[in-house]
């Protein structure tokens, strides 16, 4: 089974920026949407947002701000997250999940992310 591997977590100052990435094991996998969730302290696995492989929708969870940005290289199959002014509430587990719709198919086991204030 194909496996998610996400990288460029870490600690990062309040206001700072980060981007994630997520490349599957198997380069040639396929999935109609690719998405980020997070899990911080205490909380539930939530839906951060997700897109389609052809890059015509996106979709965000509940109260997401536009500092969180998805994208995609089709061609290196490399899933893309970029934070901009992260703040400590962003302190979380990022992960990335592949599939027919966002939450099926494949998980990472995730990257850790923490903002210091």
């Known amino acids: 089974q194909v496996q998610l591997v996400e990288s460029g977590g870490g600690l990062v100052q309040a206001g700072g920026s980060l981007r994630l990435s997520c490349q599957p094991s198997?380069?040639?996998?396929?999935?109609?949407?690719w998405a980020w969730f997070r899990q911080s302290p205490g909380k539930e696995r939530e839906l951060l947002i997700a897109?389609?492989?052809?890059?015509?929708?996106?979709y965000y969870g509940s109260d997401v701000e536009d500092r969180f940005t998805i994208s995609r290289d089709n061609h290196e199959n490399i899933l893309w997250l970029q934070i901009s002014d992260l703040k400590p509430e962003d302190t979380a587990v990022y992960y990335c999940?592949?599939?027919?719709?966002?939450?099926?198919?494949?998980w990472g086991p995730g990257t850790q992310v923490t903002v210091s204030s």
């Open positions: 999940n592949a599939g027919g719709l966002p939450g099926e198919g494949a």
């Open positions: 198997e380069r040639t996998f396929f999935a109609r949407h």
């Open positions: 897109m389609s492989y052809t890059g015509g929708d996106t």
